[in-house]
Antibody, heavy 118, light 112 residues
């Protein structure tokens, strides 16, 4: 059974870079035809797609975050990662990693809360 | 890229049917058959309930169904049960040149 688990600091200072890793178990991150994505949810608010990486390494980002986002994959560790630079309080959210085919985010991690505060 | 519009809340009694709407534009909901719906209980990750407008993943109750007309997609829950009380979000693919997704504003479903 495919499982995803987010990890990383729960507290990041303003203007610094948020870094999270998603570890995949029960399946290979190199599986063809799947994307590996990041979605976030500010406290009490809705979901926002941040970006995704294809198994081949191609990356796709939300236009509103594109200038600050980098998603990468480490196939040797079966992990993919998110970096979000120049964070502000508006980036405080629960960050989820997920696997999707086209538009169906079927497998999600449990989510990790990242707070941006000095 | 604006969020898709959903009603803030919908309620119904056990056994009833309710419908949640998700309104977008011809650039997202109306332009592609890539609308999905997610159920989220408090403190939990979203769960995929419907994909590609009307398909149910394995294990999802057939009480959940999806449809689309023009720029509006809909999720119908029939035979409402207490466990259906949750937040529901729609999502749509929204670009022909690259990968891009937009989520809805979310709907709180209350079982009376």
């Amino acid at each position: 059974q495919l499982q995803l688990q987010e990890s990383g600091p729960g507290l990041v200072k303003p203007s610094e870079t948020l870094s999270l890793t998603c570890t995949v178990s029960g399946g290979s991150i190199s599986s063809s035809s799947y994307y590996w994505g990041w979605i976030r949810q500010p406290p009490g608010k809705g979901l926002e797609w941040i970006g995704s990486i294809y198994y081949s390494g191609s990356t796709y980002y939300n236009p509103s975050l594109k200038s600050r986002v980098t998603i990468s994959v480490d196939t040797s560790k079966n992990q993919f990662s998110l970096k979000l630079s120049s964070v502000t309080a508006a980036d405080t959210a629960v960050y989820y990693c997920a696997r999707h085919a086209q538009a169906d985010f079927q497998h999600w991690g449990q989510g990790t809360l990242v707070t941006v505060s000095s | 890229q604006s969020a898709l519009t959903q009603p803030a809340s919908v309620s119904g009694s056990p056994g009833q049917s309710i419908t949640i709407s998700c309104t977008g534009t011809s650039s997202d909901v109306g332009g592609y058959n890539y609308v999905s719906w997610y159920q989220q209980h408090p403190g939990k990750a979203p769960k995929l309930m419907i994909y590609d407008v009307s398909n149910r993943p394995s294990g999802v109750s057939n009480r959940f169904s999806g449809s689309k007309s023009g720029n509006t997609a809909s999720l119908t829950i029939s035979g409402l049960q207490a466990e259906d009380e949750a937040d529901y979000y729609c999502s749509s693919y929204t670009s022909s040149s690259t990968l891009d997704y937009v989520f809805g504003t979310g709907t709180k479903v209350t079982v009376l």
